[in-house]
T-cell receptor, first 120, second 112 residues
Framework: DGGITQSPKYLFRKEGQNVTLSCEQN?????MYWYRQDPGQGLRLIYY???????QKGDIAEGYSVSREKKESFPLTVTSAQKNPTAFYLC???????????????????FGAGSRLTVL | AQSVSQHNHHVILSEAASLELGCNYS??????LFWYVQYPGQHLQLLLK??????LVKGIKGFEAEFIKSKFSFNLRKPSVQWSDTAEYFC??????????FGAGTRLFVKA
């Protein structure tokens, strides 16, 4: 079955340590995204990537870094510079439909199961 | 700044009651609108979407939403909820490029 795999599901980190969250998709989607979910705040966009070797900052990119060396992979590194890293992280992907193109499925996000990071 | 507002953070209903969850967005141009749902223990998934055309859109499991451009609203409705509708519901808007903006979410609990 096609989908998005995130790992690990749970991760504990000591303050000052970097940690990398994995996201792999086999949907052949061009675009991939990282969101952070906090209670009462919905989902906030960290980074997104439309094509390989290119990515853009979202609304809360500070303290995070990403890479997109392969179409199917979009790992997120939570660095020690992120002041409040404890959160639930969601990876998503979508067909690259462009602005307002009424293609079936375009711009619809498919999500992974998420990774819960706790800083001790 | 573009934003999406959901009116209720927590809603408790009895089975068979009608549901309406409010959603407003702040953007004056063309917008794509979505409702996503996260059932307990499951992935966040699409409930329904509006891109253009008929402003009343129907989604899975009997849900529907109405796009009212003059009110910048995209409220979610269901005539009769079931216990299995217990979930968290997110309204979202895509206003340009690839940045989908989400509301804070509404947790719905349906009493059996």
């Amino acid at each position: 079955d096609g989908g998005i795999t995130q790992s690990p599901k749970y991760l504990f980190r000591k303050e000052g340590q970097n940690v990398t969250l994995s996201c792999e998709q086999n949907l052949n989607h061009d675009a991939m995204y990282w969101y952070r979910q906090d209670p009462g705040q919905g989902l906030r966009l960290i980074y997104y990537s439309q094509i390989v070797n290119d990515f853009q900052k979202g609304d809360i990119a500070e303290g995070y870094s990403v890479s997109r060396e392969k179409k199917e992979s979009f790992p997120l590194t939570v660095t020690s510079a992120q002041k409040n890293p404890t959160a639930f992280y969601l990876c998503a992907s979508s067909i690259m439909g462009g602005n307002y193109r009424p293609l079936s499925g375009a711009n619809v996000l498919t999500f992974g199961a998420g990774s819960r990071l706790t800083v001790l | 700044a573009q934003s999406v507002s959901q009116h209720n953070h927590h809603v408790i209903l009895s089975e068979a009651a009608s549901l309406e969850l409010g959603c407003n967005y702040s953007y004056g141009g063309t917008v794509n609108l979505f409702w996503y749902v996260q059932y307990p223990g499951q992935h966040l998934q699409l409930l329904l979407k509006y891109f253009s055309g008929d402003p009343l859109v129907k989604g899975i499991k009997g849900f529907e939403a109405e796009f009212i451009k003059s009110k910048f609203s995209f409220n979610l409705r269901k005539p009769s909820v079931q216990w299995s509708d217990t979930a968290e519901y997110f309204c979202a808007a895509l206003t340009g490029g690839f940045k989908t903006i989400f509301g804070a979410g509404t947790r719905l609990f349906v009493k059996a």
